[in-house]
């Protein structure tokens, strides 16, 4: 099992940047999976970002390519998600999650309480 916690969300200006982080505990941190998802009001939780368990492969969804960069330091048993040029519509509360198997599905085992993150026009 996995506790997930996500930090660096805020209030930004259209086209500026945040960093989102995702603190995982327990010492399986490497075996899984992590994946970014957010929730717009109103809206279906979307995938947004995914690295694998020994960081080698990421996957992004198209509104976000080229502007958005995740990583992880299995070291540090955190993931990170680097939001560049950011617009309104990423408006959303983001969410990590952590599963051994899966990367892009929503079908993720473990779930973090999420970071709002607003991005003002």
């Known amino acids: 099992q996995v506790q997930l916690v996500e930090s660096g969300g805020g209030l930004v200006q259209a086209g500026g940047s945040l960093r989102l982080s995702c603190a995982a505990s327990?010492?399986?941190?490497?075996?899984?999976?992590i994946g970014w998802f957010r929730q717009a009001p109103g809206k279906e939780r979307e995938f947004v970002a995914a690295?694998?368990?020994?960081?080698?492969?990421?996957y992004y969804a198209d509104s976000v390519k080229g502007r958005f960069a995740i990583s992880r330091d299995n070291a540090k048993n955190t993931v990170y998600l680097q939001m560049n040029s950011l617009k309104p519509e990423d408006t959303a509360v983001y969410y990590c999650a952590a599963d051994d198997l899966v990367t892009t599905g929503p079908g993720y085992d473990y779930w973090g309480q999420g970071t709002q993150v607003t991005v003002s026009s």
């Open positions: 327990g010492r399986t941190f490497s075996r899984y999976n």
């Open positions: 690295v694998s368990r020994v960081g080698g492969s990421t």
